[in-house]
């Protein structure tokens, strides 16, 4: 069968409210301001990781709010706070009986995250969920149990991990404007189809299996009717 690797977090599952109010509890405790819940997404929508953005709010200790984060950021409590994308899991039920579905992340918490998708009732769908180990390593596609999957198909996701995933490992990228990244920084590091919602999912991999698989998509044909390069 062939492989379809989804990524969770911005893809699955929407995390702005979980993402956002535990930036805001932490820097909070530290008395310094907040940025708004649309400024803090304008910041990471172009490319900046939560970390990267305390440069916009002079006076925060970085060392004492990465480490506040990290422990924050995948306790069960503040995944709590995640909900599926409309449509989510009723889409991956669908794909499941003709596709290999497989889940990779870079959370750390292997538990956590199983118990996540247990209470969302997700875990079922996928035939391996792939998680960042002890180990440290620099993509997801040097997680262990990663060269080992069926080579091919597509990789779903919203942010440059997910394109590098994809062309490390041979796979077609499809990624989602609507998650941590916009449409428009998604395309400037290479993606070549980029759609708005989930539910154009189906439609773009039937179009792509029916010209031969995801290989050919790139020659153009099969994607003429959905979004790619657009919606920026
Ligand atoms: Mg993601």
Not at 51 to 65: K, M, S
Not at 113 to 139: K, N, T, W
Not at 198 to 222: F, K, M, T
Not at 223 to 230: C, D, G, S, W
Request: with cysteine; hydrophobic share 40%; charged share 25%.
């Amino acid at each position: 069968m062939t492989p379809i690797i989804f990524d969770l977090d911005g893809t699955l599952i929407d995390v702005s409210a979980r993402h956002y109010s535990l930036y805001r509890s932490v820097i909070s405790e530290q008395g310094v301001e907040a940025l708004t819940p649309d400024e803090y997404w304008r910041h990471r929508r172009a490319g900046e990781s939560t970390i990267d953005l305390l440069a916009a709010t002079p006076g925060v200790d970085v060392e004492r709010f990465t480490e506040a984060w990290m422990e924050g950021i995948e306790r069960p409590d503040w995944l709590a706070l995640d909900e599926p994308y409309d449509g989510a899991i009723e889409i991956i039920k669908a794909l499941q009986p003709e596709y290999e579905l497989v889940l990779i992340t870079l959370r750390r918490d292997r538990a956590a995250l199983m118990g996540q998708l247990d209470a969302l009732r997700m875990r079922s769908y996928f035939r391996d969920v792939i998680c960042h180990g002890p180990e440290l390593v620099s993509g997801k596609h040097l997680l262990q149990g990663v060269a080992e999957l069926t080579p091919g198909g597509y990789a779903v996701g919203d942010t440059e991990a997910d394109i590098e995933l994809a062309s490390e490992t041979g796979r077609r990228a499809i990624c989602l404007s609507y998650g941590v990244r916009s449409g428009c920084y998604l395309a400037s590091r290479g993606a070549e189809t980029v759609i708005g919602t989930l539910r154009e999912l189906p439609e773009v991999i039937n179009a792509a299996e029916r010209s031969g698989g995801p290989a050919d998509v790139d020659q153009g044909v099969a994607l003429r009717n959905v979004h790619t390069r657009a919606r920026f």
